[in-house]
C-alpha cells in the first residue's frame, strides 16, 4: 500500500516530476535572488535596536532635525616627563589637517580659550574632538580621510601616542575584523562540511548533496530577506545568523533523507520504492523536526527587542525553505541520480567500503548502546548527575554588553579606547540626557538642565566636559555627561543608578510640560538586560509549550514530549554551564585568545531558542525510527536499540557538521561570537552524546511501554499515518 502522509505524497509526486521540482527550486533560489538584490535590504537603525527608554530616547533625537554627524576624538598622549608645549604643537598641527579635511566640521582643540576638560589631571593626555557630517554611512566613508590626518601626526611626532577614536572608526575597524573574521569562515566550513559529508556517505555526489540544499536554501533566504526586510528591518548580523542556522538544518534534514534512501536501496528496494519509503519515514520527521524548530525561532518574536525579531524572522524563513527543499527538490534529485546510478558516483574507495560495512551502522555506538541498555538505571543516574553538575556554574552568570571592550585585542581601536578610558573616564560613552518640552530655550527649562548639571557634578559619578545640544525647532536638548564608570561595570551602572533615580527627578523632572529619558552606552545595555530579563519566562514558556502540543499530537503520548522537553533543558542547562565556566570564570580563556568576563548580554536568549529547536531535530529522527519500528509490532525494548543503532551513525555525523560550523565561529575575533560559537558546538556535542546516546536509551528502557502513554480522554488526538509503510525499520526490512 502506497503512504499516505503528506512528506510521502510530497516525495511522491516530486519524485515523478522530478523535472518540475529541480527545475522549480533552481528558478525560485534564482527569481528571489534577484529580487532580494533589486529591492535591497532595509536594516534597522541604532535608534531602533534599542528598548525602554533608551529607545525612546534614540527615537526622539532622530526625529528632532539635528544634522546628522558622527563624532570623533583624537588622544594625544606623552611620555612621562614631556613638556605640555609638545602636545600643545601636536593638537595645533591635527586641527590645522582636520580643518582642511572635507565634511570635517566643529575640530575643538583642548587647549583652545574657554575649553574645559579635555585635558587630564596629569597633563600628560588631552582630547581633540570633531564632528564628520552625514549619517552613519557616509561617515564611514568619509572617516578615512581624518585617520589619514590622525595618521600624519602621528609620524610627525613619534614620541608622543596619536590615535582617534569615535563612532565611525570603531565602526570601521569592527566591520573591517568582521569582515576578515567571516571570510576565514566561509573558506573554512564549507570544505571540511564536505569532508564529514564524505566521511558519512562515502561518495562525493551523496555527499554534495546536502550541502547543495544548505546552501541553496541560505541563498534563497538571504533574497527573500530583501522584501521582508521592507516590512520588519533587520539586524546587520542577521546574515551570519541565516547563514548559521541554514547550513545546520539543511544539511541534517538531508543527511537523514538521504541515508534512509540508501538504507532502503541497500534491503532490495527499487529507486523510485526507496524514495518513498524514505519519504514516508525521514520525510514525516523533517515536517515534525522543521515545525519545532519554527516554534523555537518564534519565540525570538516574544523577546521584546527588535534586533530578536529580525532574527526571528530570518530563522524562520530559512528553515521553512529548507524543509520545502527537503520535501520536493531533495527526493526529485534522489530520484534522478538513483535513476541515472550517479547517487554514489565519486566513491572513496576507503569510506565506501565502511559505509555499508555492518548496513552502515556505527559498531562503536553499537557497543556504548548495548552496555547502557544492560544497566539503564546506572546510566541515567551518571548521566543526569553530569549534566546537572555542568549546569550548576550557570546559576551565577553574569550577563554584560560587550561594545568596544568585545573587539578582537589586536584591534588598535580596542587598545585606544581603554587608553581614553583611564585618562578621561566617561568621555567616550556619556549618558545623553534627551529633554523634550514646547521650547527647551524657555527660562524653566534652561533652569532644570543647569541645575542638572550642577547635581551631576555633585554626586561624584559624573563628570565634565558637559554638552549641551538644542535641535532647530528648539523642541529637544540633548545634554551629555560622562559617567565614571565603562559599559555594564558596577562603577557605570551605580552612575547610572544615580542620574535616573536621584538627579534627574530632583531637578528637570520636576518642570512642568518635559518629558525626560536617558540614554548612551550604559543606559541601552540595562535597558536591553531588563527586557530579555523580563521576556525570558514568556519565551521560554512559549518554546516549551508550544513544543509539549506539537509532540503531544504527532507522537500520541503524554511521556514522549515531556520527557523530551525535560533531556533538551538538561542539554541547554549544561552548555550555559560550561559557557559560564569559560567566558565568565576564565577556564581555556588563553587557549581561546580572550579575557574572562561576562556573558553577551543577548546571547542566553538566543542560544536557548536555537539549541532547543537543533537538539528536537535529533531527538524527533530518534524518536520517529523508534516509533516506527513500534507500530510495526516490535516491542519498546528491541525498538530502542534498533532505532538508535540505526540512526546513530547519521546523527554522529549530523552533529560533527554542526560542531565544525560552530567551532569556526569560536576562533573569530569578537568575544560575541567566541561565545556563540563555544556555547553551539558544545551543546550540540553534549546532545548527541551524553543525551542521545546515554540518556536517552536509559530512560526509553526504565520506562518501557510508558513512553506511549496516552490518557483515554486524548484519544480523539488524529493517529500517525506511517503504518502503511512500517515494513521499513533498521535496516529497510522487517
Known amino acids: 500500500m502506497r503512504p499516505t502522509n503528506i512528506a510521502a505524497r510530497a516525495g511522491r509526486w516530486s519524485a515523478e516530476h522530478r523535472r518540475i521540482a529541480i527545475v522549480g527550486w533552481i528558478a525560485f533560489v534564482v527569481a528571489a535572488t534577484i529580487a532580494g538584490g533589486m529591492i535591497g535590504t532595509n536594516s534597522l537603525s541604532d535608534a531602533e535596536m534599542g528598548n525602554g527608554s533608551s529607545r525612546a530616547a534614540d527615537l526622539a533625537v532622530d526625529k528632532a532635525g539635528f544634522r546628522e554627524s558622527s563624532g570623533e ?10 613638556t605640555r608645549g609638545a602636545l600643545e604643537q601636536a593638537a595645533a598641527q591635527l586641527a590645522a589637517r582636520l580643518d582642511a579635511v572635507p565634511h570635517v566640521e566643529q575640530v575643538v582643540s583642548p587647549f583652545a580659550a574657554g575649553v574645559t576638560g579635555q585635558v587630564s589631571e596629569d ?66 566550513s564549507i570544505p571540511l562540511t564536505l569532508l564529514i559529508l564524505l566521511v558519512a556517505f562515502g561518495a562525493l555526489v551523496a555527499a554534495g548533496l546536502p550541502l547543495l540544499l544548505g546552501l541553496t536554501a541560505v541563498g534563497a533566504t538571504f533574497g527573500l530577506i530583501g522584501p521582508l526586510s521592507q516590512l520588519v528591518p533587520v539586524a546587520d548580523q542577521i546574515g551570519s545568523v541565516v547563514l548559521l542556522i541554514g547550513l545546520a538544518v539543511g544539511v541534517d534534514y538531508s543527511m537523514f533523507y538521504v541515508r534512509r534512501e540508501m538504507e532502503e536501496r541497500d534491503a532490495g528496494k527499487g529507486p523510485r520504492a526507496a524514495v518513498e519509503a524514505a519519504a514516508a519515514t525521514s520525510g514525516h520527521a523533517i515536517i515534525v523536526s522543521g515545525f519545532i524548530v519554527l516554534i523555537s525561532m518564534a519565540g525570538m518574536l516574544l523577546s521584546g527587542s527588535q534586533i530578536f525579531y529580525s532574527f526571528g524572522v530570518g530563522t524562520m524563513v530559512v528553515v521553512a525553505v529548507a524543509m520545502v527543499g527537503s520535501l520536493t527538490f531533495l527526493p526529485a534529485m534522489l530520484s534522478w541520480l538513483a535513476d541515472k546510478g550517479w547517487t ?19 559498531r562503536a555506538w553499537g557497543w556504548i548502546l548495548d552496555r547502557v541498555l544492560a544497566r539503564p538505571k546506572i546510566s541515567a543516574g551518571l548521566a ?15 550577563t554584560v554588553s560587550a561594545g568596544v571592550e568585545g573587539l578582537p585585542a589586536d584591534v588598535p581601536v580596542r587598545g585606544t579606547y581603554e587608553r581614553v578610558q583611564a585618562a578621561f573616564p566617561g568621555s567616550t560613552e556619556p549618558a545623553r540626557i534627551v529633554v523634550q518640552a514646547a521650547d527647551v530655550t524657555s527660562p524653566p527649562v534652561e533652569a532644570g538642565i543647569a541645575e542638572l548639571r550642577e547635581q551631576a557634578i555633585a554626586t561624584g559619578r559624573m563628570s565634565e566636559p558637559i554638552d549641551v545640544r538644542v535641535n532647530p525647532d528648539r523642541t529637544l ?39 525626560v529619558d536617558v540614554t548612551g552606552t550604559t543606559a541601552g545595555s ?38 523530551a522537553i525535560a533531556l533538551n533543558l538538561l542539554s541547554v542547562g549544561a552548555s550555559y554551564g560550561l559557557l559560564t565556566l569559560v567566558f565568565q570564570h576564565g577556564w581555556g580563556a588563553s587557549l581561546l585568545g580572550f579575557e574572562a568576563g561576562g556573558i553577551t548580554s543577548w546571547l542566553p536568549l538566543f542560544l536557548f531558542v536555537i539549541l532547543f529547536g537543533l537538539s528536537m531535530d535529533y531527538h524527533i529522527f530518534i524518536l520517529s525510527r523508534i516509533r516506527e519500528a513500534v507500530l510495526g509490532g516490535t516491542p519498546t525494548e528491541v525498538a530502542v536499540a534498533e532505532g538508535i543503532k540505526a540512526t546513530a551513525g547519521v546523527v554522529t555525523s549530523a552533529a560533527a557538521v554542526m560542531i565544525t560550523v560552530f567551532s569556526i565561529f569560536a576562533t573569530l575575533g569578537a568575544i560575541e561570537f567566541k561565545q556563540m560559537g563555544v556555547g553551539l558546538a558544545a551543546a550540540v556535542l553534549i546532545d548527541a552524546t551524553i543525551v542521545r546516546a546515554l540518556l536517552l536509551p536509559a530512560t526509553m528502557k526504565l520506562l518501557g511501554d510508558w513512553n506511549w502513554y496516552l490518557p483515554r480522554r486524548l484519544s480523539w488526538l488524529p493517529r500517525e499515518r506511517t503504518g502503511q509503510v512500517a515494513g521499513a525499520t533498521a535496516g529497510g526490512q522487517r
Do not use: W, Y
Open 123 to 188: 597633563g600628560r593626555s588631552a582630547l581633540l574632538s570633531f564632528q564628520i557630517a552625514g549619517d552613519d554611512d557616509e561617515a564611514d566613508d568619509r572617516v578615512d580621510a581624518t585617520l589619514a590626518a590622525t595618521a600624519a601626526v602621528q609620524r610627525a611626532h613619534p614620541d608622543l601616542r596619536v590615535e582617534q577614536i569615535g563612532s565611525a572608526s570603531i565602526s570601521k575597524a569592527f566591520d573591517k575584523a568582521m569582515h576578515d573574521d567571516f571570510k576565514r569562515a566561509e573558506t573554512i
Open 384 to 398: 543526569t548527575l553530569l549534566l546537572i553538575a555542568m549546569a550548576l556554574p550557570a546559576l551565577g552568570m553574569n
Open 526 to 563: 540595562k535597558d536591553f538586560n531588563d527586557t530579555m530579563k523580563s521576556h525570558l519566562p514568556i519565551v521560554f514558556g512559549f518554546v516549551l509549550g508550544a513544543a509539549f502540543l506539537l509532540l503531544l499530537v504527532m507522537f500520541r503520548s503524554l511521556v514522549v514530549p515531556i520527557a
Open 73 to 82: 576624538q583624537v588622544l594625544l598622549q606623552a611620555p612621562a616627563g614631556a
Open 477 to 515: 536638548a540633548v545634554v551629555e555627561i560622562p559617567l565614571r564608570g565603562t559599559g555594564e561595570s558596577d562603577e557605570a551602572l551605580a552612575s547610572l543608578a544615580a542620574l535616573r533615580e536621584r538627579v534627574i527627578p530632583a531637578t528637570i523632572e520636576r518642570v512642568p510640560g518635559t518629558t
Open 344 to 362: 554514489e558516483k565519486g566513491r572513496v574507495p576507503v569510506l565506501g567500503r565502511l559505509r555499508h560495512r555492518g548496513g552502515g551502522r556505527s
